[in-house]
């Protein structure tokens, strides 16, 4: 964490390779691209100023979870890492409304993905996908590889794309998979066109690396990006 108070002694640190759970997944679902009427770094001072959950928080919470998230990591232990990453994510976003003025960074889409995910994880009896949220409304999924693809038919049912079904699902590619009448009964959502955007699959990667070959700097000598070809 560091003691400066200009913050520049706190360091992340990896705490396991990115091949040690390499059944991990995120799905980024995209619900807008339009400016937050809050920046981050604005209502983070804003919250430090303001919220007495703020301090309450960083002092008796995030310590004991830091290190339960780094045990559940190391353990690939999904249901302890997917409950934490929702409950801390919840968390964080009381500390925002906590705020004055509050803020809210969710929208009514962000709430409905929240519902898909507790009533998906009801379902299967076990929590099998895991929501979290930035400062703004876009969710971004944990879940296993074998979970994606019923998990992503279940979004294309609850928010069906308007236009661009072709291109709706980005990133690594992802096989149609069934979903049984059972879970769209479940999952008790009138469909919602349009209010996801698209998504994007990916999966756990490299932190940040030193790029000595020049060709390979998206910058250039001027420190800005290099123009396209």
Same mark, same amino acid.
């Given at each position: 964490?560091?003691?400066?108070?200009?913050?520049?002694?706190?360091?992340?640190?990896q705490v396991a390779?990115?091949?040690?759970?390499?059944?991990?997944?995120?799905?980024?679902?995209?619900?807008?691209?339009?400016?937050?009427?809050?920046?981050?770094?604005?209502?983070?001072?804003?919250?430090?100023?303001?919220?007495?959950?703020?301090?309450?928080?960083?002092?008796?919470?995030?310590?004991?979870?830091?290190?339960?998230?780094?045990?559940?990591?190391?353990?690939?232990?999904?249901?302890?890492?997917?409950?934490?990453?929702?409950?801390?994510?919840?968390?964080?976003?009381?500390?925002?409304?906590?705020?004055?003025?509050?803020?809210?960074?969710?929208?009514?889409?962000?709430?409905?993905?929240?519902?898909?995910?507790?009533?998906?994880?009801?379902?299967?009896?076990?929590?099998?996908?895991?929501?979290?949220?930035?400062?703004?409304?876009?969710?971004?999924?944990?879940?296993?590889?074998?979970?994606?693809?019923?998990?992503?038919?279940?979004v294309r049912h609850?928010?069906? $794309?308007?236009?661009? #079904?072709? /291109?709706?699902?980005?990133?690594?590619? &992802?096989? *149609? !998979? =069934?979903?049984?009448?059972?879970?769209?009964?479940?999952?008790?959502?009138? $469909?919602?066109?349009? #209010?996801? /955007?698209?998504?994007?699959?990916?999966? &756990?990667? *490299? !932190? =940040?690396?030193?790029?000595?070959?020049?060709?390979?700097h998206l910058l250039? $000598?001027?420190?800005?990006?290099?123009?396209?070809?």
């Amino acid at each position: 964490m560091g003691e400066q108070a200009d913050g520049k002694d706190s360091v992340a640190r990896q705490v396991a390779p990115e091949l040690h759970w390499p059944e991990l997944r995120v799905l980024i679902l995209v619900v807008s691209a339009e400016k937050k009427l809050t920046g981050s770094t604005v209502g983070m001072q804003t919250s430090v100023e303001t919220s007495p959950l703020l301090r309450f928080r960083a002092e008796a919470v995030v310590p004991a979870r830091m290190a339960e998230m780094i045990r559940y990591v190391k353990e690939r232990n999904f249901q302890g890492f997917g409950e934490l990453t929702m409950k801390d994510s919840n968390q964080f976003h009381a500390t925002c409304l906590d705020t004055f003025p509050p803020i809210s960074y969710l929208n009514d889409t962000s709430r409905r993905i929240i519902h898909l995910v507790h009533r998906f994880n009801a379902h299967h009896g076990q929590t099998k996908v895991a929501y979290t949220f930035d400062a703004g409304p876009n969710a971004v999924i944990f879940t296993l590889d074998d979970t994606v693809a019923e998990f992503v038919a279940a979004v294309r049912h609850s928010f069906p $794309p308007e236009s661009n #079904g072709d /291109k709706f699902l980005k990133g690594l590619p &992802v096989k *149609p !998979g =069934p979903l049984s009448d059972e879970l769209k009964a479940a999952l008790g959502m009138d $469909p919602t066109p349009g #209010g996801i /955007k698209y998504i994007i699959a990916t999966q &756990v990667g *490299p !932190g =940040p690396q030193i790029l000595d070959h020049p060709h390979a700097h998206l910058l250039g $000598p001027d420190s800005l990006p290099k123009p396209t070809v």
